[in-house]
């Protein structure tokens, strides 16, 4: 059985489905589960979305249908029928629903990283997708499921804020062929742009305005970065949830083929976020370093304070170099 077929297939006789995306999560992420928590709802099955911890959702997705229906850890059942994981390339992107995973009756998994550790029992995965909602929409078309426009609009902003807006290399004729087909199924086109992209609050705009007045060109490197502090955050008001595409102004200066971005945590550790500009595969990188991700936008938590962070980095990039 082909993959969409074979997860249609396993969610068919469920009655209970518990489902779940990666940590720190995306529009891609939010997305991808809220749309399966709608058409999985749609057929009269108890579905019971989550979010790993630190439980934060994105406030740019608040308005996503069916963002309500969220539910912390602590109040999913002690078992389902099905767990389904979204964009979520292993087990500890999802601390702690992987104790929830484990007493399943059947576990699906969702995704289109390549690093995908492949941990459930079926496991539909493919790198060549755009986003994790494609993979969704393909289930949806397999089993035949309604597609209303609730569910088109969190597919939609999840094909959008993964392709960076139709831009990055992983939007395909396909992508384009998903967007005319959730816009027809009734997305919200517009809402969709002026909710993630002209919503944004003060406070975010001015931390970016502190980010990007401190990036830096390593031209050697071929590098240019920036980072945010936990003073930045108070100072300003943001937070690093609705941060998520404060990178890709980085990504915006001529010459840039590794562009990162570090964020330091309350903890006094730094996620460090990395994109290719055309060439280089950052995955690897992050892989070296601890975390994953794809070969245009990869990530990792260093343990390291934010100087250490940026000198290890640059470490690395040296090393690469040589
Ligand atoms: P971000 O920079 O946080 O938007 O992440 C970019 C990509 O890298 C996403 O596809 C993430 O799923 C992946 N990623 C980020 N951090 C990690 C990590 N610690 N381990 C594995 N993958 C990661
Ligand atoms: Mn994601
Ligand atoms: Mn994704």
Partial sequence: MKGAESVAAAVQRAKTVVATSHVNPDGDGVGSLLAVTILLSGLGKKVYPSLPEPW?????????PGRESLLAPESLPGNC???IALDCSNLSRMEPLEQVFERAGLTVNIDHHEDNTRFADVNYVDPAA????ELVYRVCEAASWALDGRAATCLYAG???DTGRFQ???TTPSAFVLAAKLAEAGADVHGVAREIYESQSLQYVRLLGTALKRAQRLENLRLVYSYITQSDLEETGATLAEAEDLIDYLRRV???????LFKELPDGTVRVSLRSGDEVE??????????????????YTSEKDLEGSIGELLERLRDRHA
Wanted: no cysteine.
């Fill in 56 to 64: 934060k959702y994105p406030p740019q997705y608040e308005f996503l």
């Fill in 81 to 83: 029928d099905v767990f």
């Fill in 130 to 133: 755009s986003s994790t909602a």
């Fill in 159 to 161: 094909l959008v804020t």
């Fill in 168 to 170: 990055h290399r992983n």
């Fill in 254 to 260: 001529k010459g840039a083929e590794v562009v990162a």
């Fill in 282 to 299: 950052v995955a690897s990188i992050a892989r070296v370093l601890g975390g994953g991700g794809h070969a245009m936008a990869a990530g």
